[in-house]
Nanobody, 126 residues
Framework: QVQLVETGGDYVQPGGSLRLSCAAS????????MAWFRQAPGKERELVAG????????YVTNANKGRFTVSRDNAENKLYLQMNNLGTEDTATYYC???????????????????WGKGTLVTVSS
């Protein structure tokens, strides 16, 4: 079993930045790909960014490239999402997710994630 806890969500003005963190615990050695998803009010959950098991491979959706950066620290068992130039459209609950079976490209293709955090709320508003 893997437990994931997200932190870092906050209220921020348009153009601002936030850094989300996800702390993994439990059977962390079994984790393969990790990813950030988000769900805005009234919308479906969507993939935001992901990393390979090593953290060397990363992926950010086209809509967020240039603004979001994902990174992973396996020594600390943490996943990060640096978000810059935030807009109101980024308002959502952000979830950390992990898979023990899927590689990054499979996550991008829609492979189901096995473990989820409870989410952290990001609100972008003036």
């Amino acid at each position: 079993q893997v437990q994931l806890v997200e932190t870092g969500g906050d209220y921020v003005q348009p153009g601002g930045s936030l850094r989300l963190s996800c702390a993994a615990s439990g059977d962390v050695a079994s984790i393969n790909a990790m990813a950030w998803f988000r769900q805005a009010p009234g919308k479906e959950r969507e993939l935001v960014a992901g990393t390979s098991q090593s953290g060397i491979g990363t992926y950010v959706t086209n809509a967020n490239k240039g603004r979001f950066t994902v990174s992973r620290d396996n020594a600390e068992n943490k996943l990060y999402l640096q978000m810059n130039n935030l807009g109101t459209e980024d308002t959502a609950t952000y979830y950390c997710a992990a898979s023990t079976t899927a590689r990054l490209f499979e996550v991008v293709q829609g492979h189901a994630m096995e473990y989820w955090g409870k989410g952290t709320l990001v609100t972008v508003s003036s």
